[in-house]
């Protein structure tokens, strides 16, 4: 608006031939003086208006006026003024020149009275059907016109231009800019004027002793801490040592020296300031005095400018004095930087000389490589190196530079910081305290004990001080500074990861030493002992020794350095220590060689001479001679043998010279020794060849005629054994099996010689005999031996059995030998049927046998002494003597075989007895070994019962075996015996009994009333289970120091103790019972649960979140409740989907006294109130925002039902309506599952994704009920489509128990919403089955009956009753049948749900 010439919208300038230009420069003018003063039309005037005229009031209603009437509107010409940028006068929205913005546009004028302008001299245009016309309002002045088209072309161009963002916020970013640029300007000039009033190098006093600070700075960061020769590699602990002397005598003297030369030139300028301080306060006091405005010598105006001066001094004296503390921070903050600079330079010499080390050196560090149990190692490794420069070099550093006195902590400067920054005075007298020059400054050795930066920073600087003492100023030191810096950090992860890259790349090479860990690795598993007691041969010496000797080779051709980065590895340590490896086990086995080739060299030579020994006899006889021939033939099958044995020693003294090993002149001997008696031994063995050649012939004939010899006696002695006694059938058949045996010794000489002839035939190399003579001889002496021999023994053992006492007699050895005996007699009379021997042995065998029945009763080893005396009385003997008993052959004298039939009578009773006793024996014994197993139980220091099984397995079989024998008439001899084992079976298998149900119900009982929650609630039960537990305890503490069985069978006492604590059990049982039955009856939701269940959560009486694992269990949908503070306040619920919904009242569980059903039952009544409370608030809320924002704020089930009752109220109206407006609402109910779909394909949380999947099935059913009814022309709410839908409503509650509550309808049913918390799970998809079965089944719930779906398996009955218990908000148990159930089960269910308002569902 300031502008002469600003532009037009179309860019032309004001100049143009238009008049918009004149018309915005008078704008300003017209717009604030006119616009607001336009007089509204009076009555009168508005009475001569012409139609519609009074509702024209801008230059867009002419122009729409014009647009509609044409040229022949009725009003020709009306007069405006530019309109101003005022709200007033803000134009329609919708016109040419409609701008809503409020931002000045040219083209907007305002209509007024034609009174107005008229001879006014003021600014106005006038608007025609033709254009619009401006008049100036100078006197003189003309005027422009403009075509009506054009005007409003213009118009519209300009709002379009407008609307760009440029020209939008032209006028705003101009202002903007200039604003900005002048403030920034401001800004800088008081930033700059605080800067040089504060800072000390503007300060002539303070410049000299910065400069000289800035000196010493550029000698501190000279200081060189680390040194290191590029040209030398380092071992690691003369490189960390040399540092260490570096830091202690060079570096840190040096720093403190500059330090110490800081704080001096500091004091020195304090004190300086100090004193031309007071020299100025004085001098300004003395002007308070007349003598400083009257003066002799001095005009006033100089006084005048004197007082100016002297004023002006104190004021500049003042301000340095502030200055002071920022001075010495000043000074302190260079200090730190350039020791912080100092450090980083030495980094950055030790990185360089790390990452680019000088091409004549061999590397920064030296390594050395050796080879661990399972890797190639390096000493020192990487891990070592790295802590050695990181703790020793590095850290040292970092700990030096904390421990260099700080400028700022020196005690001259205490002042400055603590109180008044003004007062000089105590500086003054705190300088002469300063630290002196000489002040012993921290060990080496005490910055290496130095574990915290607290403890070294700034910690040297006043050790004036005490430690108490806090300090005034307060700031990072160099080593805080140090190990926070970026480049330092840097540089020191650079270091390690250029020695780590070194290391990796320098284990990369030495896996070229790999294959020489083998030689490493048999030097770790030489024995020499070992080695030396192994048997070996020649060969393995030689493989041995080969192994070796490459192995030296290969050491010879190692490559034993290298350098890889800035390491230099070194194998030379471990090529020495492996060839002395080598050289040694080397030198091992050569001695080990030698040795063996000595002793292999005497044991060979003797075993030479032995052969040559036996070669030189020349026998005549045959025997002699054939042992010559023999031992010839032995030695020269061995001769290829005999030769390996000498090649073998020769081999090892070859193998000797061949390792250069100087054989000893004696072992040099014993080689020749060998050597000749080798010589001797073949020239034994070629003159023996000529002897066997030469008696070869005569001993062939002496051969023969000994073979002839043996044929003949051979011959004799078959023809003796076929005459005599042999063949005659009464000889005494002892005395001929002894005449056979010796028969038998001179056949086995005669076959022993036979054998003999046999092997000087096959020496000769003559066919071997036959010697059938021999075995003619032999067969016919086995066949005589045979016959009589058998016939021997049966006389000896049936003389035995007759003679000896029946008492030891054995009735298998009596029938078993008989049968035998007569068996052999009838295989030989088989074979040889003219045998007379035989057939006489087998007629004595049969005349025996009559004997064998009254043996096999006499025999009898059940017979017992009082069987004797019954058989004594039988034969009308003497009373029984046990001492000499009878034999058969006394029985037979008695005439047994007469009353042979009362003995077999007498015998069968007593096998009868025998038996019995044997069988109870049996039964004893079987329990020997019987133990009861003790096994302890968990934590509670008692045992239990164990692996009773295979006893009682045993016992029941005992106790119907010792039932039948107690029974039988055979057992009076030992019927007290049975009776007293029944007895015991029995006691023990009442006691197992009793034990067993004791264990049982004392296992079930253990952990209930080891909580002193439950014991406290039930005390009588308590003090009995209390008896019980000692009485169990003591039982099982004596079964596990005795847990024979048959043993604790007899004692009655622990029988009678076990009845006693079953019927305490059963006692306590029913106490417990009856106590679970009241807590059910107080918290109603128990009853669906089991007694152990139940115990469980009562037992949590202290810590009440020890409840929440049960808590799914009588809670439909709360997974766990959120506890806060001591008196653990459950202020929400936490479904299992991780959803919180907050108690309308919190609940305080230290209330309840520890009564878990007390404030269990206050939760439930708790999530029943909010959950209708926020099932109000989530009805209240839904109008206020888009349904699919709103479906992200509030719980699941809150969301479903206010849905389904906003969704009924809405279906119901839009069936009142009319059918096109269901129709409608059919499509409303479309667009809004697809809002959610949307919703569900975009960001959401795991929570949010449960409740819109959910919302989506119960949307889509919505939207196919509203679809059917739409497409069946419902018209009433009472139609029968409409009514069979579950329906929601939110109205007065008819039980009056809240204001608002939710009802749930279908057809003529209805059902009050449970608000029983479900959490966030999901729904269910509906079909028309579903609606069927929630009809029946709504309907026999309003009727107060129940429901029974039947269906195959596996169609949805149990879920489909589940999901209509989740519409109604109603707690669903289902329940698992089988035929175990009983009347008891199902009444304390129907207990539950009378008194719960749950629901059961019996799958």
Not at 339 to 355: F, I, K
Not at 424 to 436: E, H, I, Q
Not at 856 to 885: C, G, M
Not at 1105 to 1120: D, M, N, S, W
Request: one cysteine or more.
């Amino acid at each position: 608006p300031g502008r002469e010439e600003p532009l037009t919208p179309s860019g032309r300038s004001s100049g143009g031939d238009k008049f918009k230009g004149r018309a915005s420069g008078g704008q300003s003018t017209i717009g604030r003086s006119s616009s607001s003063s336009i007089p509204e039309p009076s009555a009168a005037q508005i009475a001569h208006m012409l139609p519609g005229e009074q509702f024209i009031k801008t230059s867009d209603d002419i122009v729409e006026y014009y647009v509609r009437n044409g040229l022949g509107a009725p009003i020709k010409v009306f007069y405006c003024i530019a309109a101003g940028v005022s709200s007033s006068s803000m134009p329609r929205a919708g016109g040419a020149g409609g701008d809503t913005s409020g931002a000045y546009t040219p083209y907007l004028l305002h209509v007024v009275p034609k009174e107005f302008v008229e001879h006014t001299h003021v600014e106005h245009y006038t608007v025609t059907s033709s254009g619009v016309t401006f008049v100036s309002g100078q006197s003189g002045g003309g005027g422009e016109f403009v075509a009506l088209g054009d005007w409003m072309r213009d118009a519209s161009v300009f709002t379009l231009m407008r609307r760009t963002r440029f020209f939008k916020d032209y006028l705003i970013a101009k202002t903007f800019t200039f604003w900005r640029s002048n403030v920034r300007y401001k800004m800088y000039a008081l930033v700059r004027a605080k800067i040089e009033k504060k800072l000390p190098f503007a300060r002539k006093k303070f410049s000299p002793a910065l400069s000289e600070i800035g000196a010493l700075c550029d000698e501190i960061r000279e200081t060189q801490c680390i040194v290191m020769n590029p040209l030398v590699t380092h071992t690691l602990s003369d490189f960390t040592k040399n540092q260490e002397t570096q830091l202690r005598d060079v570096a840190l003297p040096s720093m403190e020296t500059a330090l110490e030369k800081a704080r001096r030139v500091l004091e020195r300028v304090c004190r300086d300031v100090a004193l031309e301080s007071e020299t100025v306060a004085a001098q300004l006091a003395a002007t308070t005095g007349i003598d400083s405005f009257v003066s002799k010598t001095k005009s006033m105006v100089a006084l005048k400018k004197e007082r100016w001066d002297k004023k002006a001094s104190h004021t500049r004296v003042t301000e340095e004095r502030k200055l002071l503390p920022n001075l010495v921070r000043l000074a302190d903050y260079m200090l730190t930087a350039s020791l912080t600079r100092m450090a980083n330079a030495n980094a950055r010499r030790l990185l360089d000389a790390v990452e680019k080390p000088d091409p004549k050196s061999k590397g920064a560090f030296a390594t050395v490589v050796g080879f661990g149990t399972e890797t190639t190692q390096f000493e020192p490794d990487e891990q070592t190196v790295l802590t050695a420069i990181n703790g020793q070099v590095l850290d040292a550093l970092a700990l030096a530079l904390g421990s260099v006195p700080r400028v700022a902590n020196a005690r001259a400067f205490a002042p400055l910081f603590e109180g008044n920054a003004g007062d000089t005075t105590n500086v003054k007298r705190n300088l002469s305290l300063a630290t002196p020059l000489g002040t012993p400054r921290a060990s080496a050795q005490s910055i290496a004990n130095t574990d915290s930066v607290e403890g070294l920073e700034g910690g040297g600087g006043d050790p004036a001080r005490g430690a108490g003492t806090k300090r005034a100023f307060e700031g990072l030191g160099p080593m805080a500074v140090l190990l926070a810096d970026e480049g330092w950090l840097a540089m020191r992860s650079s270091l390690a990861t250029k020695i780590t890259a070194s290391f990796g790349d320098s284990a990369a090479f030495v896996k070229t030493y790999d294959e020489l860990r083998a030689i490493y690795e048999f030097g770790l598993g030489w024995d020499q002992d070992l080695y030396e007691k192994t048997p070996k041969t020649v060969n393995t010496f030689r493989a041995d020794m080969l192994v070796q000797k490459g192995w030296q080779l290969s050491l010879d051709k190692m490559k034993t350095s290298t350098t890889v980065g800035c390491v230099f590895v070194d194998g030379k340590p471990l090529r020495s220590g492996l060839l002395n490896t080598v050289h040694g086990m080397l030198e091992s086995m050569k001695a080990l060689l030698l040795v063996k080739a000595r002793e292999e060299a005497i044991k060979s030579g003797g075993n030479f001479g032995k052969r040559v020994k036996t070669l030189t006899g020349r026998p005549d006889e045959l025997d002699g001679f054939m042992g010559f021939v023999e031992t010839h033939q032995k030695h020269l099958n061995a001769k290829a043998l005999y030769t390996t044995e000498h090649a073998t020693v020769e081999d090892m003294f070859a193998m000797l010279v061949e390792y250069e090993m100087k054989i000893p002149a004696a072992d040099q001997v014993r080689l020749d020794d060998l050597n000749d008696a080798r010589g001797l031994f073949l020239e034994s063995m070629a003159l023996g060849v000529d002897f066997v050649d030469a008696k070869k012939p005569e001993m062939m004939k002496a051969l023969k005629v000994g073979i002839s010899d043996v044929e003949e006696v051979l011959f004799r002695e078959q023809t003796a054994l076929n005459t005599g006694q042999y063949m005659d059938r009464e000889s005494d058949p002892a005395e001929v099996v002894v005449a056979l045996a010796v028969v038998r010794g001179n056949l086995d000489q005669h076959a022993a010689k036979c054998e003999l002839f046999k092997k000087y035939q096959r020496l000769f190399g003559t066919a071997v005999g036959a010697f059938s003579s021999l075995d003619l001889a032999v067969k016919e002496y086995q066949s005589k031996f045979d016959s009589w021999n058998a016939l021997h023994r049966f006389r000896v053992d049936s003389t035995s059995w007759m003679s000896n006492p029946c008492e030891s007699l054995e009735l298998d050895a009596i029938t078993n030998g008989v049968d035998d005996a007569y068996t052999a007699a009838y295989k030989m009379l088989k074979l040889r049927r003219d045998d007379q021997v035989v057939m006489r042995a087998r007629e004595e065998i049969e005349a025996f046998r009559k004997y064998v029945p009254l043996l096999n009763e006499v025999a009898n080893p059940a017979l017992q002494p009082r069987h004797w005396e019954r058989i004594f009385s039988v034969f009308d003997k003497a009373v029984y003597d046990h001492t000499n008993p009878p034999t058969a052959h006394d029985l037979l004298e008695w005439g047994a075989l007469t009353q042979l039939e009362q003995l077999e009578t007498i015998g069968a009773q007593a096998s009868k007895e025998f038996s019995l006793a044997q069988t109870l024996k049996k039964m004893t014994k079987e329990w020997q070994g019987q133990n009861f197993k003790c096994l302890p139980y968990k934590d509670t220091g008692t045992y239990v019962l164990g692996g009773s099984d295979d006893a009682q397995a045993l016992l029941d079989d005992q106790i119907v075996k010792a039932q039948g024998m107690c029974a039988s008439p055979f057992v009076k001899p030992f019927e007290a015996e049975a009776k007293a084992w029944s007895a015991v079976l029995n006691t023990l298998q009442d006691m197992l009994d009793n034990w067993l149900k004791c264990q049982q119900t004392w296992l079930y009982l253990e952990p209930i009333f080891s909580s002193e929650d439950i014991v406290k609630q039930m005390p009588e039960e308590g003090e009995k289970f209390r008896q019980v537990d000692n009485e169990w305890r003591d039982i099982m503490n004596a079964t596990k120091e005795a847990p024979d069985v048959i043993t604790i069978g007899k004692d009655k006492e622990r029988l009678d103790r076990l009845e006693e604590c079953n019927i305490l059990l059963d006692q306590i049982q029913k106490g417990l019972s009856a106590y679970l039955e009241k807590k059910r009856l107080f918290f109603p939701r128990f009853f669906f649960l089991s007694n152990d269940e139940m115990l469980e959560i009562l037992s949590e009486t202290k810590d009440p979140t020890r409840v929440q694992p049960h808590l799914k269990k009588c809670f439909e949908g709360i997974a766990k409740l959120k506890f806060e503070g001591d008196d653990f306040v459950i202020a929400a619920m936490i479904s299992e989907e991780s959803e919180e919904v907050p108690l309308m009242k919190p609940v305080v569980v230290a209330d309840a006294n520890g009564a878990v059903e007390k404030w269990l039952l206050q939760t439930e009544a708790a999530m029943f109130d909010s959950i209708h409370n926020v099932t109000g608030e989530g009805l209240a809320a839904y109008v206020t925002k888009p349904r699919d924002q709103w479906v992200l704020d509030w719980p699941g089930m809150v969301v479903l039902v206010v849905t389904a009752v906003n969704w009924t109220a809405d279906v119901t109206k839009a069936i009142g309506e009319g059918k096109t407006s269901v129709k409608t609402y059919e499509e409303k109910c479309t667009a809004d599952l697809l809002k959610i779909v949307d919703r569900v394909r975009g960001e959401l949380t795991s929570l949010q994704r449960k409740t819109l999947g959910a919302l989506v099935v119960m949307d889509v059913h919505a939207r196919d009920v509203v679809s059917v009814l739409a497409r069946n022309g419902v018209s009433s709410a009472t139609d029968f489509d409409w009514q069979a839908q579950l329906r929601s409503y939110w109205e007065d509650d008819p039980r009056e128990e809240r204001e608002l509550t939710a009802i749930m309808r279908i057809m003529n049913a209805e059902v009050e919403y449970g608000y029983e918390y479900l959490g966030n799970s999901s729904r269910l998809v509906i079909t028309p089955l579903t609606d069927r079965c929630y009809r029946t089944l709504m309907g026999a719930i309003h009727l107060t009956m129940g429901g029974a779906p039947e269906g195959p398996a596996g169609t949805g009955k149990t879920e489909t009753t589940k999901d209509l218990a989740k519409a109604l908000a109603r707690q669903c148990v289902v329940f698992n049948c089988s035929d175990s159930m009983d009347y008891i089960q199902m009444g304390k269910f129907f207990k539950g749900l009378a008194s719960s308002g749950a629901w059961a569902c019996f799958d």
